[in-house]
């Protein structure tokens, strides 16, 4: 299965712009990038995905670079309520059978006010 | 709020009991999956369900048991568990390659 590595811990201030990195290099041309946070005692909120063009929706933005082997989950201004674990994955989708997701670390994000 | 239900939300058991979680979906999904998240651990996929056919299984011990008997409901029978199953449980749902899939709140799992 395809891997992502994100950093362990981001610290962001309220109200500020959030860019948080994802590096995939293995990632195969069918492969979509998902972004999902989760804050504690709760199950995974989906963000946002994408394939191979930047993303825009009310939560947030994913920047794919032109090789697809990285992106970034851009949070256009912080608030404490996002302070939470971001994961990045790598979806593969198989006809007939849905897509399965394969957790890594995350990157655990905190907001200072 | 997801679409998708799980209950119970907490569940505290015994070694030697037999207890049942249920998963409910009505969003017109296809798929169906269990994960497990055990303290401070990326989520583990357990089971993959597609039309009602199970479809991935992770090498899980047989103590646990999925029963998918239609599209939008998804169980997992628990017996004989050990101590170190206890763990929060987590359903998901999806459609092939629309956005998600979408989780559950989870069942947190205590086995004594």
């Known amino acids: 299965d395809a891997k992502t590595t994100q950093p362990n811990s981001m610290e962001s201030n309220e109200e500020e712009p959030v860019h948080l990195p994802c590096n995939h290099s293995t990632i195969s041309g069918t492969d979509y990038i998902h972004w999902y946070r989760q804050l504690p005692s709760q199950g995974p909120e989906y963000v946002i995905h994408g394939l191979t063009s930047n993303v825009n929706n009310r939560m947030a933005s994913l920047a794919i670079a032109e090789d697809r082997k990285s992106s970034t989950l851009i949070l256009h201004r912080a608030t404490l309520r996002d302070a939470a674990v971001y994961y990045c994955?790598?979806?593969?989708?198989?006809?007939?059978?849905?897509?399965?997701?394969?957790f890594g670390q995350g990157t655990e994000l905190s907001v200072k006010p | 709020e997801t679409g998708v239900t799980q209950t119970p939300r907490h569940l505290v058991m015994g070694m030697t009991n037999k207890k049942s979680l249920k998963c409910e979906q009505h969003l017109g999904h296809n798929a169906m999956y269990w994960y497990k998240q055990s303290a401070k651990k990326p989520l583990e996929l357990m089971f993959v369900?597609?039309?009602?056919?199970?479809?991935e299984n992770n090498s899980v011990p047989s103590r646990f048991s999925p029963e998918c008997p239609n599209s939008s409901h998804l169980f997992l029978h628990l017996h004989t568990l050990q101590p170190e199953d206890s763990a929060l449980y987590l359903c998901?749902?999806?459609?092939?390659?629309?956005?998600?899939?979408?989780f559950g709140p989870g069942t947190r799992l205590t086995v004594l």
């Open positions: 998901a749902s999806s459609q092939e390659v629309a956005g998600g899939p979408f």
């Open positions: 994955i790598l979806r593969v989708c198989i006809y007939n059978q849905g897509g399965k997701l394969i």
């Open positions: 369900y597609n039309f009602k056919e199970q479809t």
